[in-house]
């Protein structure tokens, strides 16, 4: 069968891949997990600053969610190649070393995300909270410590705006920030930082 060629929520089949490699022993599930990180970080286009541009809706979901199942693989003996550097650079990028010098999690970094799309931040403190508090161009109220934006919506470094309207690129939900968070976990545990 083809090589899957992402890791999301819809789509876990390089995860499963994995797991039956690390649990199983068989070659031929290690085999299709090392095609997997191959084919990701060697095969799919990339900006020019190196981020894996898997899909346009959540970029950086994509580009942790890969890099964690790929360092799981490569912590557990499944892979015979190593792919920690190319994970850690998604990783490195996501934090702010790109050529924005921008971090897209928010609170990290001198520059980040100010305008995330997320209700409860766009609202004042007090008081109510209506469409004219979330359609503002004003930075958002309270700052979301920690969420992880969608990012670039192409191979295009600078195809992202700071715009609280752009879902694309702004929204943050738990599943951006799980496989990212993950991902520097493992990084931790391989010895980076």
Known sequence: KAVVSTQ??????????????????????????????????NETPKTNDGLVFIQQ?????????????????????????????????????????NSRDFSYLIG????????????????????SCGWDDFNSNDPNPHVLYGALVGGPKSANDYDYEDKRNDYIC?????????????AVAALVAMGEE
């Open 170 to 182: 702004n929204e943050v939900t738990t599943d951006y920030n799980s496989g990212f968070q993950s």
């Open 108 to 127: 990290y970094g001198d520059s980040y995300p100010l305008r995330p799309h997320h209700s409860s931040s766009s609202c004042p403190s007090t008081g």
């Open 8 to 41: 999301s929520t819809g789509n876990k089949a390089s995860a499963a891949l994995i797991l039956l490699a690390v649990e199983t022993g068989e070659i031929a599930y290690a085999s299709k997990a090392e095609q997997f990180c191959n084919k990701i970080f």
């Open 57 to 97: 809706w959540g970029s950086l979901r994509h580009a942790s969610n890969v890099a964690y199942a790929c360092l799981y693989a490569e912590s557990k003996g499944v892979l015979s190649n190593s792919y920690k550097a190319s994970a850690k650079r998604q990783i490195d990028y996501i934090l702010g070393d």
